[in-house]
């Protein structure tokens, strides 16, 4: 009886270190910060990351996570992410990459999402580069096999087809999603250098310490206000994260200013009067 809940505690532990620590920035070039809940902080090497965390890169920078099962991810620069959950049957990790270039070098782990306004996809065992605007998407499984969809306009997966090693997908706003045999050009004249070697492992020197994020004040509309804008999916938990921040004056009119774009925010600004 003891050995099958000891058995049974193993399973939980992988989504138990995402659900709190998922990992760790294993190496920064340029600035890299961390948005943590109405919070900003320095993303320093060896600072731990957690679910819901965004991490964004300046220009020019680079940054490392690395998580507890082997996978490793790297930003490019000028890249914005976040580290969720993906919602349905499974509690699997999930990576939003609201634009930028993000690679994801994942070795026998869990099925990871990887997803773009425009495009998502789903991996195990396998290295992938994803490139995201606002307008456009492109993926190329370099390695590997994954399967890769569309986005549509609630920010879910759709649509999730097997595609092998080498396989390129793009897609444009309101077109269907085209696939060619190897990665354009264009992709690859602009992909970062750091992306076209296989992404080291740094988590064994930051295994024994933690480095402390510094803070440096609370989150202003405009750092969040490219996820608050974001598919409805992707803002889901953003009230309850954000109103601390309603008790800024230039945060709550930006809000009010941008209702149209995030009307949940509607009955916080404007709740209903107690009948008489």
């Not at 920064?28 to 964004?56: C, F, H, M, P, Y």
């Not at 953003?238 to 709550?252: N, T």
């Amino acid at each position: 009886m003891l050995s099958r809940y000891c058995l049974f505690i193993a399973l939980l532990l992988p989504l138990q270190v995402f659900a709190q620590a998922v990992g760790k920035i294993t190496f920064t070039e340029g600035k890299v910060r961390v948005l943590r809940g109405a919070s900003t902080l320095v993303g320093a090497q060896g600072a731990v990351v957690e679910v819901t965390d965004i991490v964004e890169t300046a220009k020019p920078g680079f940054a490392l996570v690395e998580f507890s099962d082997g996978t490793v991810i790297a930003l490019g620069d000028a890249t914005r992410v976040m580290l969720s959950r993906q919602t349905g049957k499974t509690n699997n990790p999930e990576v939003l990459l609201l634009d930028g270039w993000l690679k994801v070098q994942a070795r026998d782990a869990a099925d990871y999402g990887v997803t773009s306004l425009m495009q998502a996809s789903t991996l195990k065992t396998a290295s992938l580069i994803m490139h995201g605007t606002k307008t456009s998407g492109e993926v190329f499984v370099e390695s590997g096999a994954a399967n890769v969809g569309t986005t549509d306009k609630q920010g879910r997966a759709s649509g999730l087809s097997a595609a092998k090693a080498g396989q390129f997908v793009m897609r444009s706003a309101d077109k269907p999603a085209t696939s060619q045999p190897r990665p354009s050009e264009a992709f690859l004249a602009s992909m970062p250098g750091a992306f076209k070697d296989a992404l080291p492992a740094r988590l064994e020197r930051f295994k024994d310490r933690s480095v402390e994020a510094k803070s440096t004040g609370p989150v202003s509309y405009e750092d969040v206000a490219d996820w608050l804008t974001a598919a409805p999916a992707w803002r889901t938990g953003f009230v309850r994260r954000f109103e601390s921040r309603l008790s800024d004056s230039a945060f709550r009119q930006q809000l009010d200013a941008h209702l149209k774009s995030h009307p949940e925010w509607d009955k916080i600004l404007h709740p209903p009067k107690a009948a008489n």
